[in-house]
């Protein structure tokens, strides 16, 4: 099986910085591009940020600048480390791995369970 696991959320106030990291662990043969989404209340889920194996990334034009992705291939991990937050920053942020299982000839997406950041004015 194929596990994402998300930390580092949190409340901070306008301003302040959290960092977001995303390990997946489980029988993976190979991780393709990473990311960060989030969902608020009321909103559908959008891309924060991705991050290829090659390390090329894409950003949300609302975090350009503020938020910055970075992976660690070999500990197969995702970062986010989120600078002069904003309360429209509050949401759940959820990892995402496009990868192969072990298992299976096949590239699919996988979630994390989500993380809560929330941002006071």
């Known amino acids: 099986q194929v596990q994402l696991v998300e930390s580092g959320g949190g409340l901070v106030q306008a301003g302040g910085s959290l960092r977001l990291s995303c390990a997946a662990s489980?029988?993976?043969?190979?991780?393709?591009?990473m990311g960060w989404y989030r969902q608020a209340p009321g909103n559908e889920r959008e891309l924060v940020a991705a991050?290829?194996?090659?390390?090329?990334?894409n950003y949300a034009d609302s975090v350009k600048g503020r938020f910055t992705i970075s992976r660690d291939n070999a500990k197969k991990m995702v970062y986010l480390q989120m600078n002069s937050l904003k309360p429209e920053d509050t949401a759940v942020y959820y990892c995402?791995?496009?990868?192969?299982?072990?298992?299976?000839?096949?590239?699919?997406?996988?979630w994390g369970q989500g993380t809560q950041v929330t941002v006071s004015s």
């Open positions: 489980g029988s993976i043969l190979s991780i393709n591009a």
């Open positions: 995402n791995a496009f990868l192969m299982p072990l298992y299976s000839s096949h590239w699919s997406d996988y």
């Open positions: 991050i290829t194996s090659g390390g090329s990334t």
